[in-house]
């Protein structure tokens, strides 16, 4: 277990990505949803969920379905190994539209837990074959919260065999939602 993880500013970050959800103009929630919105549901901080894997940059393109059945191509970043419940996991990683590297992933919490169309996790260079990916920073595309949006699905060589409880869960718009920081209810 990693005893240097830094938990507060995990939930800082939660809190101001909540916050950026009920008052900024370009929030996915949909606006009859703004009033009741207290805030997104996670998975409680996991340290252990922080993975550093060998990566093996890569270029070119990837044509990339999405959520509303169009084809985007995305630039290629590479591929990272990470080790996930003492199996090791190839995962595609892209370049974000602004430079970001990013794993779309879907795990066995799809549907059941989490968005059913996959999360989003960053990629950060760690040196130059290394990557650090923390899964407690997974989120929801936007298409989660409004399906007007057009998000990119997880390829399926992204798709995880494992449950990957960290970040985001599902986004439900009717339920009163509680400990929204920390956990809640899967």
């Known amino acids: 277990m990693r005893t240097n993880y830094d938990i507060a500013a995990l939930l800082d970050r939660r809190a101001a990505r909540d916050e950026h959800f009920r008052t900024h103009f370009t929030s996915p929630i949909p606006e009859e949803h ?37 084809t985007t191509s995305y630039r290629l970043a590479g591929h990272v190994d990470l080790a996930i419940n003492e199996n090791t996991h190839r995962l595609i990683v892209l370049h974000g539209e602004d ?24 990629a950060v260079p760690k040196a130059p074959n290394e990557m650090i990916i923390d899964f407690n920073l997974a989120l929801n595309p936007w ?4 399906e007007e949006f057009s998000c990119p699905l997880p390829p399926v ?30």
Request: hydrophobic share 25%; glycine share 14%; charged share 25%.
């Open 34 to 70: 703004l009033e009741r919105f207290e805030g997104l549901e996670y998975f409680d901080p996991d340290p252990d969920l922080v993975r550093t894997g060998t990566f093996a940059a890569a270029e070119g393109k990837l044509d990339i379905t999405s959520s509303t059945g169009n």
């Open 99 to 122: 430079g970001e590297m990013f794993i779309p992933f879907r795990d066995i919490t799809c549907g059941t837990g989490s968005y059913g169309g996959g999360r989003y996790v960053p």
């Open 143 to 146: 298409c989660a919260y409004d």
């Open 157 to 186: 060589d992204n798709w995880l065999r494992v449950p990957i409880r960290a970040g985001e869960k599902d986004y439900r718009p009717t339920k009163t939602q509680g400990s929204h920081l920390v956990g809640g209810s899967e």
